[in-house]
């Protein structure tokens, strides 16, 4: 039963990438194409490529002034072109130069201009604006799976980690049980939907508790096609006018499968719900007589049908998942037992190894091999700290410091052996 709620979080993780302008990644992939260069073509391309050699690619954008920065941007996207069009031949099996493609196609567009003459098509080259840039475009040669993200005002260019942890009110113990590492613009309900077909099969999960970013209709669609209770701090979307009544203040009946049955309004009509018009439509007719005694018949949604004496509310599926959403939430908020809070300490555990969220090395499988690996060691920490509470409430208050004296040292012990066996 400990394993049926479930919290869950994520953070952002730095890969081990410096942090280059738009400029400097440029003139970084120039440099390294020009070290993937045969030496009969280095001396080809010597003239293109010895304003760029001339140093690191930190001292050539040291020197241009910002003013001159689209000028630098043109002439290198220029000599990308007639890169990535004349090595193809020889070198595109390379991955720099798999990488100079895609940095190219990335950063510019080329233009075609057919109104210069009648017969002949004529072609421009510009660098894309600061917005035409995507979020998933390369941040490093060293790392082409890391991507970028602006979080609360903060650029972070690397990972996201998402951390699912038990939390069961009556148990003293809380094991996370999944670490996702994806790029960092991916979406939190995305990987929630991603984690969920494997929670029910090994942990039989029948609630789980979010933040507001991990709604979506396909989170509804696996909550309710294996019943489990998604309880969000909020609620991820635009929210309902104060003026008004929504979907929330309507009570909702389902059958096992999460579909709606009945629904009784505010003002107490109990009706059935069925099919609307159209597909995926559904839709609840009150009795317009009771309706016209209801105190809340101007904020109401329902609408007055014009050939029968009828009032009429039409919504999808989706829309009752999300009230529904709302109304445990809202319960939540008024029960104040916040069980999702302690997650984000949880989280910070994982990642307080690393200073500054910044682990020590690249790329997608690595960077979660190690957030997997400091998980399972915070797993540990926590059985250990359960043993060692267990162990003293046996031996009574007056033998604990001895008690927790002894275990650490076998817990010392175990872990030197550990190591000398590693190393061995």
Same mark, same amino acid.
């Given at each position: 039963?400990?394993?049926?709620?479930?919290?869950?979080?994520?953070?952002?993780?730095?890969?081990?990438?410096?942090?280059?302008?738009?400029?400097?990644?440029?003139?970084?992939?120039?440099?390294?194409?020009?070290?993937?260069?045969?030496?009969?073509?280095?001396?080809?391309?010597?003239?293109?490529?010895?304003?760029?050699?001339?140093?690191?690619?930190?001292?050539?954008?040291?020197?241009?002034?910002?003013?001159?920065?689209?000028?630098?941007?043109?002439?290198? /996207?220029?000599?990308?072109?007639?890169?990535?069009?004349?090595?193809?031949?020889?070198?595109?099996?390379?991955?720099?130069?798999?990488?100079?493609?895609?940095?190219?196609?990335?950063?510019?567009?080329?233009?075609?201009?057919?109104?210069?003459?009648?017969?002949?098509?004529?072609?421009?080259?510009?660098?894309?604006?600061?917005?035409?840039?995507?979020?998933?475009?390369?941040?490093?040669?060293?790392?082409?799976?890391?991507?970028?993200?602006?979080?609360?005002?903060?650029?972070?260019?690397?990972?996201?980690?998402?951390?699912?942890?038990?939390?069961?009110?009556?148990?003293?113990?809380?094991?996370?049980?999944?670490?996702?590492?994806?790029?960092?613009?991916?979406?939190?309900?995305?990987?929630?939907?991603?984690?969920?077909?494997?929670?029910?099969?090994?942990?039989?999960?029948?609630?789980?508790?979010?933040?507001?970013?991990?709604?979506?209709?396909?989170?509804?669609?696996?909550?309710?096609?294996?019943?489990?209770?998604?309880?969000?701090?909020?609620?991820?979307?635009?929210?309902?006018?104060?003026?008004?009544?929504?979907?929330?203040?309507?009570?909702?009946?389902?059958?096992?499968?999460?579909?709606?049955?009945?629904?009784?309004?505010?003002?107490?009509?109990?009706?059935?719900?069925?099919?609307?018009?159209?597909?995926?439509?559904?839709?609840?007719?009150?009795?317009?007589?009771?309706?016209?005694?209801?105190?809340?018949?101007?904020?109401?949604?329902?609408?007055?049908?014009?050939?029968?004496?009828?009032?009429?509310?039409?919504?999808?599926?989706?829309?009752?998942?999300?009230?529904?959403?709302?109304?445990?939430?809202?319960?939540?908020?008024?029960?104040?037992?916040?069980?999702?809070?302690?997650?984000?300490?949880?989280?910070?555990?994982?990642?307080?190894?690393?200073?500054?969220?910044?682990?020590?090395?690249? /790329?997608?499988?690595?960077?979660?091999?190690?957030?997997?690996?400091?998980?399972?060691?915070?797993?540990?920490?926590?059985?250990?700290?359960?043993?060692?509470?267990?162990?003293?409430?046996?031996? /009574?208050?007056?033998?604990?410091?001895?008690?927790? /004296?002894?275990?650490?040292?076998?817990?010392?012990?175990?872990?030197?052996?550990?190591?000398?066996?590693?190393?061995?």
């Amino acid at each position: 039963d400990v394993y049926k709620r479930q919290r869950v979080d994520s953070t952002q993780i730095a890969s081990n990438i410096r942090t280059m302008s738009r400029l400097q990644l440029l003139v970084e992939v120039l440099q390294r194409v020009h070290r993937m260069l045969k030496e009969i073509d280095q001396k080809r391309y010597a003239e293109e490529f010895a304003p760029y050699t001339q140093g690191s690619s930190g001292q050539y954008t040291y020197r241009v002034k910002v003013s001159e920065t689209g000028e630098h941007l043109h002439r290198i /996207g220029e000599l990308m072109a007639k890169l990535v069009r004349e090595l193809s031949t020889n070198y595109a099996a390379e991955d720099t130069y798999q990488v100079l493609r895609r940095v190219f196609e990335e950063h510019f567009v080329v233009e075609c201009d057919s109104a210069a003459s009648p017969t002949a098509e004529q072609t421009s080259l510009r660098s894309k604006e600061g917005e035409e840039l995507s979020a998933s475009s390369l941040q490093s040669p060293d790392d082409p799976e890391a991507t970028y993200r602006q979080k609360h005002g903060q650029d972070h260019k690397g990972y996201v980690t998402n951390v699912t942890e038990t939390c069961a009110p009556e148990s003293d113990l809380q094991l996370i049980v999944k670490v996702q590492t994806e790029p960092n613009n991916t979406d939190d309900a995305a990987m929630l939907a991603e984690a969920l077909p494997d929670l029910i099969e090994r942990t039989d999960v029948n609630q789980v508790y979010t933040d507001g970013a991990y709604n979506s209709p396909a989170v509804d669609d696996i909550m309710r096609e294996h019943q489990i209770e998604q309880i969000q701090t909020a609620i991820r979307g635009r929210k309902p006018p104060r003026d008004k009544l929504g979907l929330e203040d309507f009570t909702w009946e389902t059958n096992a499968d999460g579909k709606p049955q009945m629904v009784t309004c505010p003002h107490g009509q109990h009706v059935p719900v069925t099919p609307g018009r159209k597909a995926h439509r559904l839709c609840a007719t009150f009795q317009a007589p009771d309706c016209e005694s209801c105190p809340w018949v101007e904020q109401c949604p329902t609408k007055r049908l014009k050939r029968k004496f009828k009032q009429v509310l039409r919504f999808s599926q989706h829309q009752v998942d999300l009230a529904l959403r709302r109304q445990r939430s809202a319960r939540a908020r008024a029960s104040g037992q916040d069980l999702r809070a302690a997650v984000e300490a949880t989280v910070r555990s994982v990642k307080h190894p690393f200073g500054n969220g910044k682990v020590p090395v690249r /790329g997608k499988s690595r960077v979660s091999m190690l957030l997997t690996g400091s998980a399972a060691m915070y797993n540990v920490r926590q059985i250990h700290r359960h043993q060692i509470r267990h162990k003293t409430a046996d031996i /009574g208050q007056k033998d604990s410091q001895k008690a927790v /004296g002894y275990a650490f040292r076998q817990s010392f012990v175990s872990f030197l052996t550990s190591l000398y066996t590693h190393l061995q």
